[in-house]
C-alpha cells in the first residue's frame, strides 16, 4: 500500500494515541467505563490501520527506524491495550 | 540455589554438641571465620535429614524434589542465622518452620503467576525516572504526592505499585534482607493491585504504561531525525512519492511533536527522556 498523506505517519497516530489514551483514563476515573472503552478502542482502531501501511511510512524511513522493531511494538502496546479493555469489560454498574 | 547445598566432609563428628550447642558456640563472640564456617556446616549437616523430610511432605506440588530441598536449604540457613537461645524453644522446631515456609514460597512462586508483567516493569522504569529527574531539580527525592502527580497515579495507587515492587524484589534471594528478616511473606496480589470495579489498578498501569512507551517510541523518532536520518529525497526516491510529498508530512509530524510538547509538564511525558530529546 502506497502511502498517502491521508494515512497518517508514525508520529501522529502516537500523538493522537497519547491523548485518546489520556482521555480513556480520565473517563475510566469519571466511572465512564463506556467512553473509557471507546477511546481505547480508538487506539487499537489506529494501531491496527497504521499497521497495515506501516512499511511505506516515510517518516520510519526518515528517522530511520526498522519497521521490524516498530511493529513489534506497537503490536506489544495494543495487546496490552487489548488486555486493559478486557480487564474492564465487565458488566456496567 | 545450589551454593546453599551443605558440603560434604562437613558432618558431624562423635565429639559434637547437639544444634542448640552448636549454635551457643556460633553466636559467641570473637570467633575466626573459618571457625564459624565450620559451626555452620555442622549445624547444616546435622539437619540435612530434617529439611528432606520437610520437602517429601510437598512433593505432590508437582516440583522436582532436589527443588524442594533447596529451596528448604534456605530456610535452614535463615534458621541458622536466626536463632536466638534466649527464646526456650528448640532449634528444629523454629529451622521446621522457617524451611516450611521457605518451600511454600518456593511452590507458591512457581505456580502464582508472580511473574512480573511487562507493564510493572515499564512502571517501575517509569517511577525511577521520576525520582532521578526530580531529584536532579530539587536536591531531593519526591513525595508520594509528587510522585504520583507526575505518573498520573492516585497516592494509593502508587503505594500500591511500590509495594508490589517490593514484593518481586523480596521474593528474590535477598540473603541481606532475608538475613534480617527470614521468613518475608510476600503480599499477595490483591494487596499489590487492589481492585476496583470501575477502574482496576492493573488497567490503569496497562494504559500508563502503553502511553510510556508511545513517548519512547516518539522519543526514537525525534532521535533519528534530528541525529541519523535519511534525506527527504532518498526516502521520496524509496517510496516513490516526491520530496515535497515527504516535506510536508516531516513537517506535519513535527507541528503534531510540538503540540504534544505543549502537553509536557503533567502526565507520563513529564520529566521523560523525551522531553530534552525533543526540545533539540
Redesign the interface.
Known sequence: M??T?QTG????L??Q??DE??L??GK??A?D?EH?LKH?AT?IGSIDAYLDHLE?D??L?????PPGD?RA?LS??RE??D??MR??A?PS? | MTGDRPRKGARATGQERDNEGLLARLKATGLAPAERAEIEEQIIARNVGLVKSIAVRFASSGEPLDDLIQAGYIGLLNAVANFDLAHNTKFSTYASHLIQGEIRHYIRDRHSTIRIPQWVQTMNRRIKQVEEAHFQEHGRPPSLRELADALELTEAQLAALLRGRDAMTYVSIDQERRSSDPNPTPPTLEEIMPESPAFPLETRMRIVAAIDQLAQMQQLIVQGLFYHGKSQSEVGQELGISQRQVSRIKDRAMDELREALLHLGSGPLAGSESEGEAEN
Not at chain 1, 505517519?9 to 501522529?12: A, C, I, K, N, Y
Not at chain 1, 524511513?61 to 527506524?65: I, S, T
Request: with cysteine; hydrophobic share 45%; aromatic share 2%.
Open positions: 502506497k502511502h498523506e505517519d508514525l508520529l501522529s502516537i500523538g494515541a497519547i489514551l489520556r480513556s483514563i475510566f476515573e466511572a467505563r473509557g481505547l487506539v511505506s516515510p517518516l524511513h526518515l528517522a530511520p527506524l516498530v511494538s506489544h502496546i496490552d491495550l488486555e486493559a480487564g474492564c465487565g454498574k
